[in-house]
């Protein structure tokens, strides 16, 4: 039988950023359709048999192109998921523009990740096409279920990565992943002072004063998972060519 660490529900369909650095753009996930108005989703009796039969808990939903609480039907999928699957667990991947609008619906997953490039308003809207930066403050206030930040690492924010960390953890934020772009093997100097305090799918975690930083590479992860896309095809397939997933 097959190991898998965790699985996805990817959606597809228009987003509410314009993220430069999206994997969205590559040209075979354009070719995804959009699932964002669809319930029950196309594949999802295959996928929960899966996830039963292979004693998969561990769920994040997240998006190819797009941001998984503009599926219309969140508050279903997730009843749904909770009553088929014993022991589910169901964690967010988000850019967060929703996450107080919706915070009832946000504050039933489990957890949280919310992507955050920056804190500054220039960058911000140089990653996200966005002129107002996210008011993280504003949504660790009212969420109550734990929350990491990942950030992608870019030539534009990579000075402000210091910042980032310190605001987070003065936030009351204890995770945040740090994640390289899909082909980029620039080599960032990140934390040369510090050693890692483990590995995660080959990706090294640091604790920076008691803040758990992971660096993800894509190209060079190591974790298995099981994937239900947009056109209703599972796969255990782990490219970024159809999944930028990143969790741990």
């Known amino acids: 039988m097959k190991s898998y660490t965790f699985a996805n529900i990817l959606f597809s369909g228009r987003c ?28 999802l009796d295959r996928f929960v048999e899966q996830l039963r039969e292979h004693g998969i808990t561990q769920i994040s939903l997240t998006g190819t192109n797009t941001d998984p609480q503009l599926y219309a039907y969140e508050p279903e ?57 996210l008011d993280l403050a504003a949504i660790v206030q009212v969420s109550t279920i734990p929350l990491k930040i990942s950030t992608i690492i870019t030539e534009h924010n990579i ?22 772009q899909y082909g980029d093997t620039r080599n960032w100097p990140l934390f040369p002072q510090y050693k890692p305090i483990r590995f995660f799918g080959g990706n ?19 974790v298995r998972c099981l994937n239900l896309f947009s056109d209703g095809s599972v796969s255990a397939e782990y490219q970024l060519t159809r999944s930028h997933i990143e969790y741990n």
Request: contains cysteine; charged residues 20%; positive net charge.
């Open 159 to 180: 000075n402000e990565i210091p910042e980032i960390v310190s605001r987070c953890r003065d936030l009351g934020i204890s995770r945040i992943v740090l994640r390289k």
């Open 16 to 43: 509410n950023l314009r993220c430069s650095y999206c994997i969205g753009h590559n040209q075979a996930l354009q070719t995804m359709p959009e699932n964002l108005h669809i319930f029950p989703l196309k594949g």
């Open 77 to 133: 999928l997730l009843a749904t998921l909770r009553e088929r699957i014993p022991d589910v667990k169901i964690a967010l991947h988000t850019n967060g523009l929703l996450a107080l609008h919706k915070i009832e619906v946000f504050n039933q997953y489990d957890r949280a990740t919310i992507s955050l490039p920056s804190f500054q308003p220039g960058t911000y809207r140089q990653l996200t096409g966005r002129s107002q930066v």
């Open 204 to 222: 090294p975690v640091y604790d920076l004063d008691g803040m758990e930083v992971t660096i993800w590479d894509f190209s060079r992860s190591a």
